[in-house]
């Protein structure tokens, strides 16, 4: 007989390890004990030396679903002689173990609530287990036990507690477990915040949204809105409300049959979409079966499935699908307070569906996009977030990201937090949802940030915020940190050629960057190429604005002439006296900062082919121009026109001249040829000089592994034209998956330059 303690690290809280542990010991008839540690789990046991193996060999291969383990440490021991083997509570020491993410309901929840009238569970809005249910969006402190959960002011039942104490139980140890009659309960209240007395709320809930009502929903990580997603009277409604006019729409469906009747679905988009993150997945319209205003021209409809038992209740034959969105005022960060959600949703819904349990930290819904086979994270929330990666730092950092949706990423022993998603910091609300989180992983792992990096730009929020802070204060330039976030992930440290295409940046010769080629490894970077300059008249306006930006390329294209004004507005159908007042601006250099943006080329471009409206959220105009493109590639697949453009060499700068892509626009305008086909090949031209440049580059800088990053990499087309080009002139390229490649991964590269710089 022989003694081992043995100590697992990883996501081993919270998804039913002890448990786990103790069945595999009493299989392998050992004595001992296992306990939780915020350094992970202890355990301690006696028996056969060949027991134990097979113990340990079980700890690895046998592990429970949502259990990452990292390292498994094994300590030879003095025999002491255990008569039986025990689940100890928890002991509170220093160290470190990881917060699990919201998990999406499971299977066995779901029958609990389903059909069986008998079950204690049946229909009740709070079940969940080890498998599943909320952690991070509820969790206070570590260890992870209840009484540092939100669910401390529930007292469990004698059943519950019978669960839980029982090791062979699902719901041993399950944190928030609870039952109807000790768990958190819902209420409906009028838009007024009056509590409206019914037998059956959700049956109540069900029968407004079949009448067309909008309704405020208090889920996991905060507020949603929904209604009858077949209705288009309401969702027109909830548009006019909501003032969001053309911004898609997501949809819950009951179930996958119901997304596949309206979606295409490949394999990957399934398992991504009923995995238990149960993300928001960007899926292709298959049908215009639903209205047409969930997301109007878009080819995508963004699904998501039941994710906590209160949604699942609200689905039956009638109800199949549901308009979900975030609960928020334009783009300010979703409500989660329930005194918040009553002051500021009652413009926008008739009723509330809320309930008591506390939501501790937001998280939004994630979204998730299948590119090229692969799951990209295009906004890292609920199910994803907070993503502790394991990185040696060189000290505790704190990485503030940029200004649009924002992270933040902090380090300490040996790992990087990144945050969720936190929205953008223009608002009083993102820089208290940005302050609670910084705190909150401060507080909970304990690290006192020495370092603090931050985005360059003279005019984000971060250069006040950083102002009385007594830390070492690092100054990291966008793009670099763009391109590092994509080596980060891809765990690449040598030097690359980082292609970085986005909306604006600030740059080191103080204009707008966006369309950038740089040398670079975690330290340092060369900016090697980009596209041409132009102005953007009236500077954020002209962001706002897309044919701004258009008649900034007109008139670098063609030169200030008399006539311009004229040929623009042939192309840009605007009033003359507009266009007028913005070519005098640029002409002049009023308020026209300089910008070499493939985003706002994008947006110019959008212009052209009929986007002439103001943009009513980030990105409109360029997936506008997307949209188009993606209609045409669908039916011409072997396409493969492109507008010419010039190369052009100042010193070691590779200019990427676009005048000519302009006026072969113009030409193909006046030609009429159809604006689908005119974006497609514009999408093509990017691919071509992309590549062109990239190929250059590694002639002269002997680089062959290039990096891809920066939100405009959102764009299907682009990600997936120039990454497999790339890669068919043998290129090693790579790309984002799971740290997003929009400024949602800013914080993640500052964090690691930052290191580097210290
Ligand atoms: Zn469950
Ligand atoms: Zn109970
Ligand atoms: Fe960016």
């Not at 540690?37 to 046998?62: A, R």
């Not at 003095?78 to 990881?98: M, V």
């Not at 409206?613 to 072997?638: H, V």
């Not at 060499?649 to 113009?666: P, R, S």
């Given at each position: 007989?022989v003694?081992?303690?043995?100590i697992i690290?990883?996501?081993v ?13 009493l ?14 789990v ?5 028996g ?8 340990i ?12 383990i990292?390292s498994?440490?094994v ?9 039986e083997?025990k689940?100890i509570?928890?002991?509170?020491e220093?160290g470190?173990?990881?917060i ?5 309901i499971c299977d ?7 059909n ?5 569970r049946?229909?009740?809005?709070f ?13 206070k402190?570590?260890p992870?036990?209840r009484e540092?959960?939100?669910?401390k ?5 004698n059943h519950?507690k019978?669960?839980y104490?029982n090791?062979?139980d699902r719901?041993?140890?399950?944190e928030?477990t609870?039952c109807r009659e000790?768990?958190p309960?819902i ?22 949204i ?6 405020a929903?208090?889920g ?7 209604c009858?997603?077949k ?18 729409l997501?949809?819950?469906?009951r ?5 596949s ?9 399934l398992?991504?979409?009923k ?12 049908n ?8 109007f021209?878009?080819?995508?409809i963004?699904?998501l499935l039941?994710?906590s038992?209160?949604h699942?209740?609200l689905?039956d ?9 975030s609960?928020n005022?334009?783009e300010?960060?979703m409500?989660y ?5 009553l002051?500021?949703l009652n ?9 008591n349990?506390?939501i501790?930290?937001p998280?939004?819904?994630s979204v ?10 295009i ?6 977030a ?13 990485a503030?990201g940029?200004?649009?949706?924002n ?8 790992y990087?937090?990144?945050s ?5 910091m ?6 208290s949802n ?8 401060k507080?909970i792992y304990?690290?006192k940030?020495k370092?603090?990096?931050y ?12 102002k009385g ?7 990291i330039y ?10 980060g992930?891809?765990?690449i440290?040598?030097?690359?050629i980082?292609?970085?295409?986005d909306g604006?940046?600030?740059?080191e010769?103080?204009t ?7 040398i670079?490894?975690?330290k ?27 008649v900034?390329?007109i ?6 002439e008399?006539?311009?004004v004229?040929k623009?507005s042939?192309i ?6 507009d266009?007028n ?10 308020n026209?900062?300089?910008c ?6 994008f ?7 009929g ?5 009513s959220?980030e990105g409109?105009a360029?997936?506008?121009?997307e949209?188009?493109a993606?209609k045409?590639?669908?039916?011409n ?6 507008y010419?453009?010039e190369i ?12 000519k ?18 974006a497609f090949?514009?999408?093509n031209?990017?691919?071509e ?5 990239a190929i250059?580059?590694r002639e002269?800088y ?8 920066g939100g ?9 034209g120039?990454?497999n080009?790339l890669?068919?002139y ?6 984002h ?14 964090l690691?330059?930052?290191?580097e710089?210290i």
């Amino acid at each position: 007989m022989v003694r081992r303690f043995i100590i697992i690290k990883g996501i081993v809280q919270g998804v039913g390890f002890r448990p786990f542990i103790y069945k595999i010991a009493l299989d392998n008839n050992l004595y001992g004990n296992v306990y939780n540690t915020s350094k992970g789990v202890y355990v301690d046991v006696e028996g056969k030396e060949e027991n134990i193996k097979n113990f340990i060999c079980d700890i690895k291969y046998k592990a429970p679903v949502l259990s990452y383990i990292e390292s498994i440490y094994v300590e030879d021991k003095k025999f002491i002689g255990y008569k039986e083997f025990k689940i100890i509570n928890s002991k509170h020491e220093e160290g470190l173990t990881l917060i699990s993410p919201d998990i999406g309901i499971c299977d066995d929840c779901i029958e609990d609530i389903k059909n069986n009238l008998k079950n204690r569970r049946y229909r009740y809005p709070f079940t969940n287990c080890t498998n599943c249910g909320p952690r991070f969006s509820i969790i206070k402190g570590l260890p992870y036990d209840r009484e540092f959960t939100t669910m401390k002011e529930f007292d469990m039942c004698n059943h519950c507690k019978e669960e839980y104490e029982n090791p062979l139980d699902r719901r041993f140890h399950a944190e928030p477990t609870c039952c109807r009659e000790c768990g958190p309960s819902i209420f409906l209240l009028d838009k007024h915040g009056k509590r409206i007395k019914c037998d059956d709320v959700i049956a109540k809930v069900k029968e407004y949204i079949l009448k067309g009502n909008i309704i405020a929903v208090k889920g996991i990580g905060g507020y949603n809105i929904i209604c009858n997603a077949k209705n288009k009277e309401s969702i027109e409604i909830l548009r006019k409300r909501k003032i969001r006019k053309t911004k898609p729409l997501a949809v819950m469906f009951r179930d996958d049959n119901v997304a596949s009747k309206y979606c295409n679905l490949n394999e990957i988009e399934l398992s991504i979409l009923k995995s238990n993150k149960k993300p928001i997945v960007l899926l292709e319209k298959k049908n215009k079966l639903l209205p047409d205003n969930i997301s109007f021209d878009s080819p995508c409809i963004g699904a998501l499935l039941p994710y906590s038992p209160l949604h699942y209740l609200l689905f039956d034959n009638e109800i199949d699908s549901i308009i979900f969105t975030s609960g928020n005022i334009s783009e300010t960060p979703m409500i989660y307070k329930d005194k918040e959600s009553l002051s500021k949703l009652n413009n926008i819904v008739d009723y509330y569906l809320i309930h008591n349990r506390e939501i501790n930290m937001p998280v939004d819904d994630s979204v998730i996009k299948v590119i090229d086979f692969k799951e990209r994270v295009i906004r890292n929330g609920r199910g994803y977030a907070p993503l502790s990666i394991k990185k040696e730092s060189k000290d505790e950092i704190l990485a503030l990201g940029a200004e649009l949706k924002n992270t933040i990423s902090i380090s300490s022993r040996g790992y990087i937090f990144l945050s969720p998603y936190l929205g953008n910091m223009d608002n009083v609300g993102g820089i208290s949802n940005l302050n609670k989180n910084i705190d909150h992983i401060k507080k909970i792992y304990d690290i006192k940030p020495k370092i603090i990096c931050y985005d360059m730009h003279p005019n984000y929020w971060s250069n006040e915020y950083i102002k009385g802070l007594n830390l070492k204060k690092i100054g990291i330039y966008h793009h670099h940190a763009h391109i590092v976030s994509c080596m980060g992930e891809n765990n690449i440290k040598d030097n690359v050629i980082g292609i970085a295409y986005d909306g604006a940046g600030f740059g080191e010769d103080k204009t707008i960057w966006g369309g950038e080629f740089l040398i670079c490894n975690y330290k340092e970077f060369k900016r090697v190429s980009h596209i041409s300059t132009f102005k953007l008249p009236g500077g954020d306006k002209a962001t706002e604005n897309p044919w701004r930006v258009g008649v900034s390329l007109i008139y670098k294209a063609l030169g200030y002439e008399k006539s311009l004004v004229d040929k623009t507005s042939n192309i840009i159908l605007k009033d003359k006296k507009d266009i007028n007042l913005i070519l005098a601006m640029i002409d002049k250099n009023i308020n026209s900062p300089i910008c070499s943006s493939i985003g706002r080329l994008f947006d110019g471009v959008s212009s052209f082919l009929g986007f002439t409206m103001k943009r009513s959220y980030e990105g409109e105009a360029s997936i506008y121009l997307e949209n188009l493109a993606y209609k045409f590639l669908k039916d011409n697949n072997s396409y493969k026109d492109f507008y010419r453009y010039e190369i052009i060499q100042n010193d070691e700068m590779l200019e990427i001249d676009y005048k000519k892509i302009i006026i072969g626009i113009l030409e193909d305008i006046y030609n009429k040829k159809s604006k689908y086909e005119i974006a497609f090949k514009f999408h093509n031209t990017v691919i071509e000089f992309s590549i062109t440049v990239a190929i250059k580059l590694r002639e002269i800088y002997k680089i062959n592994k290039i990096a891809l990053s920066g939100g405009v990499f959102q764009n299907e087309i682009l990600l997936s034209g120039i990454s497999n080009r790339l890669k068919g002139y043998g290129f090693e390229v790579i790309t984002h998956k799971i740290i997003p490649c929009n400024d949602s991964g800013i914080s993640y590269g500052q964090l690691l330059i930052g290191n580097e710089k210290i």
